[in-house]
């Protein structure tokens, strides 16, 4: 093949598109609307102004689950309805319009719990299973039909409604609620090559807090909303930066309206909070941007329906 510049081949050549180098889309399934529901909706990062669009749903209705995924797949585990459950579902997001296919279980039944994960594994840690846990689990993407490996603890076995963000290395869970009405802001860090040990503890978020969200990039976590007891929703933001998490979170600019029971995803340079409780249930969708997160949250197209006490996951669409 000569071109007319001259450069020319000998014999054939393929050539292919790469994939993109981070999320473009997030998914966010289950919860409550306000019957609880199956329902899976993506939100396409490029064109986040739309109204996310209803994929096909997860194996069954459930709320209080987590999430946690890759570029190419979403795992979402555990949950409630009429009872906990330690079912996992895989949403392969090349072909999302499929049912949720239903792969090897957590070891035990729980909800509340909080999620996170690299290319190769997720950890699923805290929750309420008749107590409150403090037990991780780990699953390993590529052979996710075996029932997922007890890995070291979270610090604190009383830790529900807690969220959790993290790199290719380590994982930061945060907030939580104890035994009522004992909040946290404590906030744990797994690492991921020595994931046996115990959670480490490092410094807190600015204020305790539950049933908040967090997403994050390569460098920094965001922990956005959550509930305090006599004080309700709020729209509090906070960072960790990872290279100096014994600080404590510094305070961002907020979400748009104070929340709680929210999920989000995100990407390297945004965030996209989903759902969640307000003055009802919720659709709206704030994205932030990190590099100018010291802004309110700028408000994006809704998903699709109202939405709380969801999971959501990023990746390539």
């Given at each position: 093949m000569t071109f007319a510049s001259g450069l020319s081949f000998l014999g054939g050549f393929t050539m292919t598109a790469s994939l993109p180098s981070e999320n473009t889309a997030a998914w966010f399934g289950g919860g409550k609307s306000p019957a609880v529901v199956s329902t899976v909706q993506r939100i396409t990062f490029a064109t986040d102004t739309a109204t996310a669009s209803v994929r096909g749903p997860l194996s069954?209705?459930?709320?209080?689950?987590?999430?946690?995924?890759n570029f190419t797949d979403g795992w979402f585990g555990a949950g409630y309805n009429a009872g906990s459950t330690s079912s996992v579902d895989r949403i392969t997001y090349a072909t999302d319009t499929a049912t949720a296919s239903v792969r090897g279980p957590l070891s035990a039944a729980k909800y509340r719990l909080a999620a996170v994960g690299n290319s190769d594994y997720g950890w699923f840690g805290g929750g309420y299973g008749g107590v409150n846990l403090s037990r991780v689990d780990r699953i390993t993407f590529a052979t996710d039909t075996a029932t997922a490996s007890v890995r070291g603890p979270l610090s604190l076995a009383r830790k529900t409604y807690l969220s959790a963000v993290g790199n290719t290395t380590d994982g930061w869970f945060g907030g939580g609620l104890g035994s009522y009405p004992t909040t946290f802001s404590r906030v744990d860090r797994i690492t991921y090559a020595t994931d046996t040990d115990t959670a480490s503890v490092r410094g807190p978020l600015s204020a305790a807090r539950?049933?908040?969200?967090?997403?994050?990039n390569t460098t920094n976590g965001w922990f956005g909303g959550g509930y305090v007891i006599g004080l309700g929703g709020l729209s509090i933001v906070n960072r960790i930066t990872y290279a100096t998490d014994t600080a404590t979170a510094s305070v961002r600019g907020p979400l748009s309206l104070a929340r709680y029971s929210l999920a989000a995803a995100g990407n390297f340079t945004d965030g996209w909070f989903g759902g969640g409780i307000a003055s009802g249930e919720g659709s709206n969708v704030d994205r932030i941007t990190y590099a100018t997160d010291t802004a309110t949250a700028s408000v994006r197209g809704p998903l699709s329906s109202s939405n709380n006490q969801s999971a959501a996951a990023g990746g390539i669409q």
């Open positions: 069954s209705t459930r709320y209080f689950l987590a999430a946690a995924g539950y049933a908040l969200a967090a997403a994050g």
